[in-house]
C-alpha cells in the first residue's frame, strides 16, 4: 500500500485517537481537489479504521464515527461519486456498540506498537490516571533516543497510570527488571490489564527483592511487575526491597501538594540503596503553570536535591501537539 507523509500523520493520530482538529484536513483537502483518484481515501481508511491494531483493539466507537463523518464530508466536497468502503464502514460503527472502555495505539520504531486501554472519560474514578498524558509521550521519545539509560537496569516508574512509558521502554530500551506503580487502585487495575496485552508476564511476588542474575547480557523481555505505591505511606524499608538503578515519573507535577509527597518518596530511595549509589532520576512534565514549575524546584533545593534540564530531544516519534513547554528533569539526590 502507498504510503506518505500526509497518509502516516492521519495514521499515527488516528491510532493514538488524537483531537480530530489535530488531523492534516487541509493537506487532504488539497490533494483531493488536485485529484479525482479515490485512492488515497481508501488508502487513508485502510491505515486508519481498518488498520490491524485497530481491529484487535478499537478505539472509542464515538471517536471512529465523528473521524468516518469528517473523511466522507471531505470527499462529497470533492467527488461526486460516492465511495461505498467509507459508508459501509461507517455504518458498522453505527450498529456497534460504545463502550466505557476504547483503545489508543501507539507505532513504534522496528515495527513495534504499544496499545493501551483506556477509560472513555478523562476523569474518572476521582483520579487522572486512566488517560495517557502527553509527558508520557514525550519521556518515551527520550528513553527511545537514550537506550543505554535503561538497557539491563532496574527502573522504577512513580505514577505509571495506564503505563504507556513504560512498556514503550521495555520493548524499546531492554531493561533487567521494570517496577510500574501507582497509588489509585482503579489505575492499577487498569496498568496491569494493559501490561498483559502488550505481551508482558507480572512477577507475581511483587514485594519480593529482585534476585542478581550471574548473566549480565541483555535480556529480551524484563522482569516486570505493578505495585500500589503511596508515596505518603510508603517506607524505606519497603522501597529498599527495589533497588533501582533508574526512578522515572511523567506528569506527576498537576498539583502543587503533590510535590512534597515526590519529593518525599525520591528522599527515601535515595536513603535505602545499598553501597551509598543514588538512582538516576527523570522527571517529565508539561508545564501548564509556572508557578508549580517554580514551586518544584524551589522545594528540590530547600532539601539539598540538585537539578538540570535536558536538551530537547531530537525525534518526534509519537502525535502531540507542544501547546506548552515539557521539559525532562534530572534530579540529582
Known amino acids: 500500500m502507498a504510503s ?52 484487535k483493539h478499537p478505539p472509542s466507537m464515538k471517536y471512529t464515527r465523528c473521524f468516518l463523518s469528517e473523511l466522507i464530508k471531505k470527499h462529497e466536497a470533492a467527488h461526486t461519486e460516492p465511495l461505498d468502503e467509507l459508508y459501509d464502514a461507517l455504518a458498522e460503527i453505527l450498529s456497534a456498540e460504545e463502550s466505557t472502555h476504547c483503545h489508543r495505539s501507539y507505532l513504534l520504531p522496528s515495527e513495534n506498537s504499544v496499545s493501551l486501554s483506556e477509560s472513555t472519560a478523562i476523569i474518572s474514578q476521582g483520579t487522572t490516571g486512566l488517560v495517557t498524558w ?32 513504560g512498556l514503550a521502554i521495555c520493548k524499546m530500551c531492554s531493561p533487567k527488571a521494570y517496577i510500574f506503580s501507582d497509588c489509585h487502585s482503579q489505575v492499577l487495575q487498569q496498568l496491569k490489564g494493559n501490561i498483559l496485552l502488550n505481551g508482558f508476564l507480572l512477577k507475581p511476588d511483587f514485594m519480593a527483592p529482585l534476585q542478581p542474575s550471574g548473566n549480565t547480557s541483555v535480556s529480551p523481555k524484563p522482569t516486570v511487575t505493578a505495585i500500589q505505591l503511596d508515596w505518603d505511606l510508603v517506607t524505606t524499608e519497603q522501597l529498599s526491597a527495589f533497588q533501582p538503578d533508574v526512578v522515572i515519573a511523567a506528569d506527576v507535577l498537576y498539583d502543587p501538594e503533590i510535590i512534597l509527597s515526590l519529593i518525599g518518596v525520591l528522599q527515601k530511595l535515595s536513603a535505602c540503596l545499598e553501597d551509598q549509589r543514588s538512582p538516576e532520576i527523570y522527571i517529565a512534565f508539561t508545564i501548564r503553570n509556572p508557578d508549580t514549575y517554580q514551586l518544584f524546584k524551589m522545594e528540590l533545593s530547600r532539601v539539598g ?11 518526534k516519534l509519537f502525535p502531540y501537539e507542544k501547546h506548552s513547554e515539557m521539559v525532562i528533569l534530572r534530579l540529582l539526590v
Open 305 to 315: 536535591i540538585g537539578w538540570q534540564k535536558l536538551p530537547s530531544h531530537n525525534q
Open 134 to 165: 502527553d509527558a508520557a509521550l514525550y519521556l518515551a521519545e527520550w528513553a527511545i533516543e537514550n537506550p543505554a539509560t535503561f538497557s539491563n537496569r532496574t527502573v522504577l516508574e512513580l505514577g505509571s497510570g495506564v503505563g504507556f512509558t
Open 4 to 55: 506518505s507523509p500526509l497518509i502516516d500523520g492521519f495514521e499515527r493520530r488516528f491510532l493514538a485517537a488524537r483531537p480530530l482538529p489535530s488531523f492534516p484536513w487541509r493537506s487532504l483537502e488539497e490533494k483531493l481537489k488536485n485529484s479525482l483518484d479515490s485512492e488515497l481515501l481508501l488508502n487513508i481508511l485502510k491505515k486508519t479504521v481498518l488498520h490491524p491494531l485497530c481491529v
